[in-house]
């Protein structure tokens, strides 16, 4: 029912910026949580950060300060502003949707997109 596609990844040199978005389609309410996953090469998926659907944010420890998420209800879109990013940051990021609250478990969030590859190098 819902369909989710990220977008905005690409090359990026260790300290630069990147802006990912996230385009959701199909509900029927805004009664949701997104949140942003990645998956570098030989790891686990991990939650980087993740928004209510009352606009409350929450990051994982290594991208706070650097990481932003928001939400654009009029476009149906969450964004993620990656500053500063380093060799780390390097994976494919996903975005998932959950009904109301954020969630760290990828198991959680019934709904994901296809993944958008960012590349951190030098």
């Known amino acids: 029912q819902l369909q989710l596609v990220e977008s905005g990844g690409g090359l990026v040199q260790p300290g630069g910026s990147l802006r990912l978005s996230c385009a959701v389609s199909?509900?029927?309410?805004?009664?949701?949580?997104i949140g942003w996953f990645r998956q570098a090469p030989g790891k686990e998926r991990e939650g980087v950060s993740c928004?209510?659907?009352?606009?409350?944010?929450n990051y994982m420890q290594s991208v706070r300060g650097r990481f932003t998420i928001s939400r654009d209800n009029a476009k149906n879109t969450v964004y993620l502003q990656m500053n500063g990013v380093t060799l780390e940051d390097t994976g494919v990021y996903y975005c998932?949707?959950?009904?109301?609250?954020?969630?760290?478990?990828?198991?959680?969030?019934?709904?994901w997109g296809q993944g958008t590859q960012v590349t951190v190098s030098s």
């Open positions: 199909g509900g029927t309410s805004d009664s949701y949580a």
């Open positions: 998932g949707a959950r009904v109301w609250g954020c969630s760290w478990y990828r198991v959680q969030y019934p709904y």
């Open positions: 928004i209510t659907s009352s606009g409350e944010t």
